[in-house]
């Protein structure tokens, strides 16, 4: 009876697999999709509600999967958008991270054995990255958290390869200066 209703539907099989294949992207892509919006938007909660709100979008769109070459930059574009969406929505100005200026690392805890000069480093570095213009930013997530490659990323921000590079230089050369 089985086979019969998948030969009735085989539409529904499809879909099923999308699904699947959906569900699981989004939870091995999860902790990444999250640093990178909150590195976009500022804060844990924001970056939240817009990794809830990607993956509604993306669920929306499942019907799409199946036609989709790069599932990962798929996934890391819809939460791109939602986190830009996020942070320019009028409740968002009147939010503050619990501890102004000092964000917090993804996971809410300390890793396990760095030393106070890494600890130092790795502050500087993560309020560069919030200082970075957000076309910078955008591209910097999608390459390192996304690993996407640059060809992906113009891609999916329809933009030419040059200037994906031409950003992603611009940021990391802001990023050393930092570090300096």
């Given amino acids: 009876m089985d086979h019969r209703r998948a030969l009735r539907h085989p539409g529904e099989a499809a879909q099923g697999r999308a699904e699947e294949q959906l569900e699981q992207a989004f939870r091995d892509g999860q902790d990444e999709l999250f640093g990178a919006l909150y590195y976009l938007v500022g804060n844990a909660e924001d970056a939240r509600d817009a990794l809830q709100e990607a993956f509604l979008k993306c669920w929306r769109h499942r019907a799409d999967v199946p036609n989709v070459q790069n599932l990962r930059a798929w996934i890391f574009r819809i939460a791109l958008n939602a986190g830009r969406d996020v942070r320019g929505t009028a409740w968002r100005r ?43 930013q955008e591209v910097f997530l999608l390459r390192q958290n996304g690993q996407l490659t640059y060809e992906q990323i ?27």
């Fill in 154 to 180: 113009a891609e999916s921000t329809n933009l030419p390869v040059g200037t994906v590079k031409t950003r992603m230089r611009l940021a990391l050369r802001k990023l050393r200066e930092a570090l300096e």
């Fill in 94 to 136: 009147r939010r503050r991270p619990l501890v102004d200026g000092q964000p917090n690392l993804v996971s809410g805890e300390e890793p396990i054995g760095l030393d106070t000069s890494r600890r130092e480093e790795l502050a500087r570095l993560q309020q560069a990255l919030l200082k970075l213009r957000p076309q910078e």
